[in-house]
């Protein structure tokens, strides 16, 4: 089996708060993971170059004959195909930037150290070949549906639906896949504009209206009366209600009850309170600025319809108002009356009109480990040491601590 080694690119810098937590080929695209992509198309085992903090998680191995691969680019088939006719130590770039290298271990560490990289036999990727890149955060919605359209062909070839219950509504021309153990009843499906894939286990209550393309990962709930319009992610372990419109939730995360989410992309271990909205359009109609960690700064995205991206464990209480384009932290909690502002820093506590302190790190890390094993799941050491690491790099953007 080819080993496979991920690298997080400079976009890393660019995809804080999400990649505070994990390096970049633990991103959901479409239904799968960046890195469950490269190991299906590639046959590959992987690991990663990441950051430091995060290296003890996320182990590197090296052997005799590595594929390095830069982690926010997506495979697709011939991109794969040239990447498996490359010579030992031969380097693909895209305008300087490194795609890929085939390493023996000797020339792996010389990359790594920075010593000797000049000796690798770079090429330009051929233009033929499309290359799609998660750089900014926008791009985990923006680039949704093409991603749940190729990850469905991945994962459904050669293989057959299991049986769609009578009492379900189909419509469209696209197809609906569902894995083994699906319940589902009583729910409209179309698929006009893309395929509906339900993973393992999942279970889509009754009422519920889905408009592809949309992806509900393994154990998922989506609760009575959801409606989803696409292209939207329901990762492993979400639960979810209201209304969700193009909009990525990677894992484990709760949006349970009514209120609106849309162009918007949770992380692991959020909750969502009832009722709570966020606004994805401006009154003025202009362009959405983003919080950008690494700029520390707006940015402009160039878009007219951006929502809310919240990191990790951020959670926020009844009634949550979000402004266009907001940004929350890791282990952020929100609550209050009033519009929280545009970008709320990792570890905070309150809202608009009570202001914010800093979330103690002892009583965030027992919050995470009461709601892990909720999910039968420990929060460990490592876990303690990695918030830890962000809860100390962030302190800079709790102005109150100044």
Not at 47 to 68: C, D, F, G, W
Not at 364 to 384: G, M, S
Not at 390 to 399: E, M, N, P, V
Request: glycine content about 10%; hydrophobic content about 40%.
């Amino acid at each position: 089996m080819t080993n496979l080694i991920l690298f997080d690119s400079e976009a890393r810098k660019h995809l804080l708060p999400l990649t505070a937590t994990r390096p970049m080929g633990e991103l959901r695209l479409g239904i799968l993971t960046l890195r469950e992509k490269w190991e299906r198309h590639m046959r590959a085992s992987v690991s990663y170059i990441t950051q430091e903090y995060l290296h003890e998680k996320y182990p590197i191995r090296v052997e005799a004959e590595n594929l390095v691969i830069n982690s926010g680019i997506l495979p697709n088939a011939a991109l794969c195909q040239r990447i498996f006719k490359m010579g030992m130590n031969e380097a693909l770039l895209f305008q300087g930037e490194l795609v890929a290298a085939r390493l023996d271990e000797g020339q792996f560490e010389a990359l790594i150290e920075d010593d000797g990289a000049h000796e690798l036999e770079g090429a330009e990727i051929d233009s033929t070949i499309p290359l799609v890149q998660v750089r900014r955060l926008w791009d985990l919605f923006m680039l949704n549906g093409d991603a749940i359209a190729a990850d469905f062909e991945l994962l459904t070839k050669n293989k057959i639906s299991k049986a769609i219950s009578p009492s379900n509504q189909i419509l469209g021309p696209n197809p609906v896949f569902l894995e083994e153990g699906v319940k589902m009843e009583c729910c409209t499906i179309n698929t006009t504009h893309g395929p509906v894939y339900i993973g393992k286990h999942a279970e889509v209550m009754e009422g519920s209206i889905l408009r592809g393309p949309v992806a509900i990962g393994e154990n998922a709930v989506i609760k009575m009366g959801t409606r989803v319009y696409g292209p939207t992610t329901i990762g492993p372990n979400c639960k979810v209600g209201g209304e969700i419109s193009r909009s990525n939730l990677l894992a484990n995360s709760n949006k349970g009850h009514e209120g609106y989410l849309g162009d918007a992309v949770l992380g692991e271990w959020c909750n969502i309170g009832a009722d709570t909205n966020n606004s994805n359009l401006k009154n003025n109609y202009s362009e959405v600025k983003l919080w950008d960690y690494f700029a520390e700064r707006f940015v402009p995205t160039g878009l007219q319809f951006c929502g809310l991206i919240m990191g990790d464990h951020a959670k926020c209480g009844i009634n949550t108002m979000f402004n266009t384009g907001t940004v929350v932290g890791v282990f952020a909690n929100i609550f209050g009356a009033g519009y929280p502002r545009n970008f709320i820093p990792d570890f905070s506590w309150g809202g608009a009109d009570a202001g914010y302190r800093t979330y103690r790190f002892s009583d965030a890390c027992d919050t995470a480990a009461r709601v892990l094993e909720r999910r039968n799941q420990v929060f460990n050491e490592l876990d303690k040491a990695i918030l830890y690491h962000i809860y100390d790099q962030t302190a800079k953007f709790r102005s109150w601590e100044k």
